[in-house]
């Protein structure tokens, strides 16, 4: 069978009968997968094994281009995909098998939807004859995950899988982002298909539109040029549109002189340090960015979604504004807040299509609009009280910026306080530094978020902000760190509680704190040391920098336990059911309760 | 105490173009559920030669927010090709097919008879106390008709739901 000649690695299969590379054109579903991966330039795989997979596992067995990373959960695999994705501007890839394999990813898979991260995520299926008979590990992964993937498919024929994989990368990447799953029986995986080199028939029936509407533009032009107190609200989606976007936003920023505010999806895309920044906004944004916003006479959506966290109580949300919305997603114009003016397109085309328009326009004089932005950030909205007795935990993350800014580190983290003191108190300058559950709000998603990142950038300081409680929801992927020598750092702000559930129990439940206590916690350094890494307890305030310096000089991954004080609150913040207007800064006096109406939102 | 507000809404009649694949149908019914929008009727069938394309006319009422929404969230699942809405888009015609079975003897079947000869329902089965018909028109014409049969007898209907399409030469 076949010519025994020396061919390129690509081209070879084995053959199942003589054991020896053969040329053949016909190819089992599985070898279609792996190749079909590699010409996507897939450099990694976060996978589970599993007996729905093991067929594209062999096939992955020896191969070269592409590199396997053996989580040890599959929940870890897709956020370790998210990590790599949003740090890299890549498509995650993951790969997991039927049922359980596949179930335990949908939450990943659900973060990375509302966060629009590309990913395609393979799964494994029981064989096609034994779909709905309720077959060992059998779920109707394609069922489960239809409302939380970008879309998803059931191959049921190999010739079918190389165009599937190559339409499926492009939906991942290509208009909003998202994830794409792929849901492949075990018989197709096995069965023999012809193979082709040359790229597959795309069917084109997959075409966002990218490019803002002349007229649209000229609007949006002339509604800047002429707004005396504007603002610029960004987004994730300038992040997603890439590193362009991000200078197209610097260069309109330098053009127009409107101040900038960003959601928690879209930090790092302006620097920190620039004067016209506001810092974050939304429920604990700064006092300057929602003020600003509620009293702007133009807010320039740019790849932001007036989601709930930022916009607060609807009716009372920038009440004098006119709205223009950049979005790529139609579906994102007016969900939540009307706006005067939707372009549909990408960030970095409507952008340069606005710059291209605005040409050498004066820009407004704004500064008396500067002059009240100033008076509202005299109220230092992010201060907090000096605490003798424990380290405040937003001091922790004030020195942890200080000590590592220079390394221009990327920070993930998981959810809750921790979460939100980061976005305050730590500082992005660049894109793609920041991973951050932000839309489905997933704990346990910093630290193999962190992991995917380290793998996707090798040479870059790697932390992930996490708190004592969220950690635990995913730490069984320390070990996947210490297989793959990945030198992550664990930052935790040990506060003993479920930090967020505590703060709102205090504030709306009259201090009930109804299993919001970290009881049991385990030794955090004990652990590390159990995993491999080197484990550092930060206690007193003193021991600070020397933990946090330790930390950064040791080569390998690190867990630092920092004990910081167990009652401090997030604040600035807008309450449940509040405008921006009424925001609590710390000092304020909280009442220990709320109606129901403020109650029932989330 | 809190009590749930609800909103004037308004009932529109969408044509979805979607291809024709499996699970698809599941994802249009599911996005409805899944984001609480309302499903009146929904008719699917495949319009063109090869099988490759269906054509769903869906029934739905809801604040105009919420249908611009709808429209939105379908246009963004991959599968589906075009959505109109036609209760925007101009004067429509829309039509569906229902069988009506009656029962009843002497003055009241000789009346259902007379009246579905009014509305020209077709009697498509009979049997001597009974009649089915089938009556195909705008849905407040098959409604009415419904009512009255309800006083002669009325023991069954089937409704397909709405098919609809835009008037004048124009494919919408």
Same mark, same amino acid.
């Given at each position: ?8 690695? $690509? ?47 062999? =096939? ?14 599959? %929940? ?28 335990? =990813? ?36 394609? /069922? ?13 024929? +190999? ?70 107190? !504007? ?20 260069? @309109?920023?330098?053009?127009?002189? %409107? ?85 549909? /397109? ?49 001091? %922790? ?50 630290? +193999? #978020? =962190? ?17 004592? #409680?969220?950690? $635990? ?19 935790? @702000? ?96 909280? %009442? ?11 | ?34 984001? /609480? ?26 604040? !105009? ?106 494919? #919408?």
């Amino acid at each position: 069978m076949g010519a025994r000649i020396r061919i390129p690695p $690509q081209w070879r299969v084995r053959s199942r009968v003589e054991k020896e590379w053969v040329v053949s054109e016909e190819r089992s579903g599985a070898n279609i997968l792996v190749e079909s991966l590699a010409k996507q330039g897939v450099e990694f795989v976060f996978g589970y094994p599993g007996g729905a997979v093991l067929p594209i596992y062999d =096939a992955l067995f020896g191969e070269e281009r592409i590199r396997h990373i053996l989580v040890r959960h599959e %929940a870890g695999a897709a956020h370790a995909a998210e990590g790599y994705a949003r740090s890299t501007g890549k498509p995650g890839v993951v790969l997991v098998t039927s049922g359980p394999g596949a179930t335990n =990813a949908m939450t990943g898979i659900a973060d990375a939807f509302l966060d629009s991260i590309p990913l395609v995520v393979i799964t494994g299926q029981v064989p096609t004859a034994l779909i709905g008979s309720d077959a060992f590990q059998e779920a109707d992964t394609v /069922g489960i995950s239809r409302h939380c993937t970008k879309h998803n498919y059931l191959v049921k024929d +190999p010739a079918d899988l190389a165009a599937v994989v190559d339409e499926a990368f492009q939906i991942a990447t290509t208009g909003r982002p998202g994830p794409v799953l792929i849901d492949i029986p075990k018989d197709v995986q096995i069965a023999m298909a012809a193979w082709s080199d040359s790229p597959p028939q795309r069917r084109q029936r997959y075409a966002p539109r990218t490019q803002g509407a002349s007229e649209e533009i000229e609007q949006a032009v002339e509604m800047i040029a002429s707004a005396r107190a !504007p603002i610029l609200y960004t987004g994730g989606g300038v992040i997603n549109s890439g590193p362009k976007a991000t200078a197209l936003l610097r260069e @309109l920023q330098k053009r127009t002189g %409107a101040p900038v505010t960003s959601t928690l999806m879209g930090l790092g895309a302006f620097p920190a340090d620039h004067p016209d920044w506001l810092g974050m906004l939304g429920m604990h944004g700064t006092y300057e960015a929602n003020m600003a916003m509620n009293q702007s006479d133009l807010i320039v959506c740019v790849g932001a979604r007036f989601d709930d966290r930022v916009t607060g109580r609807l009716d009372a949300f920038a009440p004098n504004s006119k709205k223009i919305h950049i979005d790529i997603d139609r579906s994102s114009i007016n969900k939540t807040v009307p706006v005067d003016l939707p372009v549909i /397109g990408d960030c970095a085309q409507v952008l340069e299509q606005i710059l291209d328009a605005w040409g050498d326009r004066k820009a407004q004089d704004l500064t008396g609009w500067k002059g009240r932005i100033d008076t509202w950030r005299e109220r230092k909205s992010l201060s907090f009280p000096a605490n003798a007795d424990a380290i405040m935990p937003q001091l %922790a993350i004030q020195r942890l910026f200080e000590l590592t800014k220079d390394k221009d580190p990327i920070i993930s983290t998981e959810v809750g306080q921790h979460q939100m003191w980061a976005a305050q108190h730590f500082h992005f300058f660049s894109p793609n530094k920041w991973l951050t559950s932000g839309g489905l709000g997933t704990m346990g998603y910093g630290l +193999p #978020a =962190a992991i995917g990142a380290q793998l996707g950038n090798p040479d870059t300081l790697v932390i992930d902000v996490a708190g004592d #409680a969220s950690i $635990q929801m995913n730490i069984q992927e320390l070990g996947t760190a210490t297989q793959y020598r990945l030198p992550v750092k664990i930052f935790i @702000l040990n506060n003993e509680w479920m930090g967020m559930v505590r703060q709102w129990q205090e504030l709306t439940y009259e201090s009930r704190y109804s299993n919001s206590y970290s009881d049991s916690l385990p030794d955090f350094v004990k652990l590390a040391e159990a995993y491999g890494w080197k484990g550092i307890r930060i206690a007193n305030e003193s021991e600070l920098d020397a933990g946090i310096q330790a930390m950064m000089d040791y080569p390998g991954p690190v867990i630092v336990d920092c004990c910081v004080h167990n009652e401090a609150n997030c604040f600035p913040m807008i309450p449940s059911g509040a405008a921006h207007t009424e925001m609590i800064l710390y000092g304020d006096t909280v %009442a220990g309760t709320m109606d129901d109406e403020a109650k029932a939102l989330v | 105490m809190m009590h749930i507000k609800h909103e004037a809404e308004e009932r529109h009649v969408l044509t979805v173009t979607v291809d024709n694949e499996a699970g698809i149908l599941a994802k249009i019914a599911g996005l409805f559920t899944a984001r /609480g929008y309302n499903i009146d009727s929904l008719t699917v069938a495949d319009i063109t030669e090869n099988h490759a394309v269906s054509r769903i006319t869906i029934v739905t009422h809801g604040p !105009p927010s919420q249908i611009d929404q709808i429209h939105a969230q379908l246009e963004r699942l991959v599968p589906v090709h075009k959505v109109v809405d036609l209760t925007e888009a101009g004067p429509f015609v829309q039509r569906e097919l229902a069988l009506i079975k009656v029962a009843g003897m002497g003055e009241k079947r000789v009346e259902a008879l007379r009246i579905a000869d009014v509305f020209r329902a077709k009697p498509v089965d009979t049997s001597t106390s009974s009649f089915i018909f089938e009556l195909t028109g705008a849905p407040d014409k098959i409604d009415t008709f419904v009512a009255i049969m309800r006083e002669l007898g009325l023991v069954e209907v089937g409704r397909t739901g709405v098919v609809g399409m835009i008037r004048g030469a124009e494919e #919408a």
